[in-house]
């Protein structure tokens, strides 16, 4: 019995010691929901392929972040006074430190369906940068738990609580306020804390309804033809920054509101997700000024998600609306090659690996689906216990997925 639990140990311990080391941000190091080659399992349940199951206190959203055998989560009580970084060790499952980051005596107003942590943590080689909204942000030593810098005094009315993920680029973090009050972005050098620039939003919203200029999306940076953009979704329109001075290369302009979708860059376009209005476009990112006439290539209205965030494998743009309806488009036309109904209510985005996509959905079923542009095929259905809101993340070749209530590895 205990030679066939040592090769069990080797066997299962090997399991952690293959594929990526990081999965450093919201949607992974590019950004992009893509996993590259891992192989990530297929098929599991509460009974199987479960390395380990740790349960997490609290109510958030956030998605786990990865550096190495380090697993952090942010994480919040569920009346918003207590907000904190989670750290668990990815080869067992426990958790290795629970840090206070902000005591908050009075937080603002958060609906039940989001949550006062659902913007991602940002992870580097020993740093680890929160962010709670207006409640405030905070650098961390990994390695010691101390807290090396905080701000709160980026003044927000969320109204319906925090969504946008923090970004880093060189040495800045990007934040988002995009409130029922106020409107603008932030950057600041990673290290210090110290605001480098700080600029209102230059939209012409075309109302005075605070709530039609609300918006939850974390910005995309990109290079094309030479030229870095932070691409950085509001209501009614999209504008592209210099990410080191602030100024606004270009506007486009789509309508819609509220949508939490990441913009995606491939194929020489940027890809815009909306609530109502235009709901899916794609720009190509070169020029300057209003661009709204002139650079638009497609946009779709067809089964497109606002909370969900898109993929791009090939030549093809995968998605999942909120409803559950999942489609696959050709990227230079915006035209689809098929639609499935799949059923859920979607929020977490999906990932792909090794020409297999993850859709997590909001009662804990995982539908793995193959990256085929011709037609759909479901691969698996894989059902756990909890509701699951967080986008799922990726350690070695296993999954990990927070739930409503706990962080599962999920393992060959």
Not at 26 to 37: N, S, T, V
Request: charged share 20%; aromatic share 10%; proline share 5%.
């Amino acid at each position: 019995m205990r030679q066939i639990i040592a090769v069990l140990f080797i066997c299962f311990a090997g399991s952690f010691a293959t594929g990526a080391e990081y999965w450093s941000q919201f949607r992974g190091p590019q950004g992009d929901g893509d996993a590259g080659a891992a192989t990530l399992p297929i098929k599991w349940s509460e009974t199987e392929s479960i390395a380990w199951k740790t349960p997490i206190d609290g109510k958030a959203w956030s998605s786990p972040v990865v550096w190495g055998d380090e697993i952090w989560l942010s994480n919040a009580t569920v009346d918003g006074k207590r907000l904190s970084a989670v750290c668990v060790d990815g080869k067992s499952g426990k958790v290795i430190k629970d840090i206070t980051v902000f005591e908050i005596a009075e937080p603002m107003y958060c609906i039940d369906y989001n949550s006062y942590a659902s913007p991602t943590p940002v992870i580097e080689e020993s740093r680890l940068w929160v962010h709670y909204g207006s409640a405030g942000t905070a650098c961390l030593d990994t390695t010691t738990g101390k807290i090396l810098w905080s701000r709160q005094d980026f003044a927000c009315d969320h109204h319906r609580g925090p969504g946008s993920s923090p970004i880093i680029f060189r040495d800045l973090i990007f934040l988002n306020f995009d409130g029922i009050d106020v409107q603008y972005v932030v950057a600041l050098n990673k290290n210090t804390g110290e605001t480098v620039w700080k600029k209102d939003r230059s939209i012409n919203y075309g109302t005075d309804n605070g709530d039609f200029k609300k918006a939850y999306s974390t910005p995309t940076m990109i290079e094309h033809e030479g030229r870095w953009q932070l691409i950085d979704p509001a209501s009614v329109g999209t504008e592209s920054y210099n990410p080191l001075t602030g100024d606004v290369y270009w506007t486009v302009y789509h309508d819609g509101f509220n949508a939490a979708a990441r913009p995606l860059y491939s194929h020489g376009k940027v890809f815009i997700s909306l609530q109502r209005g235009l709901c899916l476009l794609a720009v190509r990112p070169d020029g300057s000024g209003d661009v709204t006439k002139t650079h638009m290539v497609w946009d779709t209205k067809q089964s497109t998600p606002t909370r969900p965030s898109q993929l791009i494998i090939g030549n093809h743009l995968y998605m999942v609306n909120d409803k559950g309806i999942a489609s696959c488009l050709d990227v230079e036309t915006g035209e689809a090659t098929w639609t499935e109904r799949m059923g859920g209510s979607h929020s977490a985005s999906p990932i792909h690996a090794d020409g297999r996509i993850y859709f997590m959905d909001e009662d804990g079923k995982t539908r793995v689906v193959a990256a085929d542009p011709k037609e759909f095929q479901l691969l698996a259905e894989n059902p756990l216990d909890d509701g699951c809101m967080a986008s799922p993340a990726v350690i070695g070749n296993d999954l990990l997925i927070r739930t409503k209530t706990h962080l599962y590895r999920i393992s060959r």
